[in-house]
């Protein structure tokens, strides 16, 4: 087993060109390693100039190497040498089933340490050695064992195939060119390898490169779970801290209630406690004087009757029997009541507040930013449908087709009173909130209408300007005329280029703040895009002119 082992150590101590021991092994970049004066015979001795190879693995250099010895592999070449030990016997050389045999050999062949391109054979180390030794085959290529030899021979003539036939793409003998592949583009085999070894470079480069940035993004993936873990962890931790706060601040207005009722209940006792009182002691002295006035009734002596009646004082006017009354209701009902508004009030405050909440949790994009789509087969991935609110349409508007269209009639329309509507402007929004990525189209006729987009808190009764579409910080608006557009937002009007159409696409990506309007016909022009921040979502609008105009949300497929 230990011969075994230093057997293995000198087969890779081998020099694959001389197949001898390395003498001043110099290791080439790709990480095979030869003798010095090896390699540099075997590059003297190549075609090409300027570009060199390794016998190997066939990868090229430009410009040539310098060599340097590797002085820790000599010495442990030297150690190997002191060993005494001879070749590996003869049967760890024979060639088994899964090895590529040397055709030279009879018997039992050995296993092949080269093939030939050019006699297709593949030699053993002994009949590989006039490859070295004669200068005719000094010239002619070899490459790692090769069973696949054969595949280099032409089925048609029995020729080695060294042409390249780039008409059609394959490899073929000299004949071909005389026969089937007459009048083809033909190059050198050898030729068209080096061209096709640099496209195969660059690929391999872009490939290297490739992966790096799949490595950079998946990096940031990585950090990106963990700033999403971080923020929910401390996004939960807040909330509870604020819900805590919240719940704190009750239990303190609860007990000040407490504390409030307790200190008036005790005032009131103690007023009604002291009028009782004083009540009693008048009831006292009234029964006092009534015993009195009893006994006088009862005197026979007239003298004594009137000398006890002129001594008697008439009893005090009461002032408190008629103005005493009673509450037939309860006496803190009304505060009940107040802390019951003001739970109905809290309740309305969360339902709202839990909207907004819920709304900015579900629309946390925890994707890399998509790229605006390029074909319409790509916006219309993110069609939406989109109907007309009949509540924000002016009463010179009449919805139709499913309140996907509009027109503007010559007479109002038996709209009833909403706080929504557009009571001055020709003006309607959709009913639907529009956020994350959404792609719309709407199809127009007349002599001019605006697309827009609007918040829901865009003003709405009057003839301000902050009604309009385009002329405040609430909306963006494309007019659409016959000949040209013009875009607005905040009272900023831009006139935008571009081939005139019936049809507009708009896409919005809410996330990202874009804004792009498209003129639709055999192909899509974009015709203007913004870039902003949308701090709401999004209503469509539609703004009209003169009678007869009218404009359509398309059914998209």
Known sequence: MEQKGVQLDRETFFCSICLDLLKDPVALHCGHTYCMNCIKSHWDGEDQEGIHSCPQCRKTFTPRPVLEKNTILAKLVEQLKKTGLQAAPADHCYAWPEDVACDVCTGRKLKALKSCLVCLVSYCEKHLQPHYDVAQFKRHTLVHPSKKLQENICSHHDEVMKIFCRTDQESICYLCTMDEHKGHETVPAAAERTEKQKEVEVMLQEIQQRIQKNKKDVELLVNEVKAINGSADKTVEDSEEIFGDMIHLIQKRSFEVKQLVRSQQETEVSRVKDVQEKLEQKTTELERKGSELKQLLNTEDHNEFLKTYHSLLPPSESTHSSSIKTRTLGYFEDVTAAVSETREEL??????????????????????????????????????????????????????????????????????????????????????????????????????VYIAVAYKNISRAGRSHECLFGFSHKSWALRCDISDYLFSHNNVHTVVSGPPSSRVGVYLDHRAGILSFYSISETMTLLHRVQTTFTQPLYAGLWLFDYEDNAEFIKLK
């Open 347 to 448: 309740q309305d405050i969360l339902r709202k507040t839990w909207r907004n909440i819920s709304l900015a949790v579900t629309e946390v994009d925890v994707l890399l930013p998509q790229p605006e789509p390029k074909t319409r087969d790509g916006f219309l991935k993110y069609s939406r449908k989109i109907t007309l609110d009949p509540n924000t349409a002016n009463t010179f508007l009449l919805l139709s087709e499913e309140n996907r269209k509009v027109i503007l009639m010559n007479q109002q329309q038996s709209y009833c009173d909403h706080p929504d509507r557009f009571t001055f402007w020709l003006q309607v929004l959709s009913r639907e909130g529009l956020s994350g990525r959404c792609y719309w189209e709407v199809e127009w006729r007349g002599g001019r």
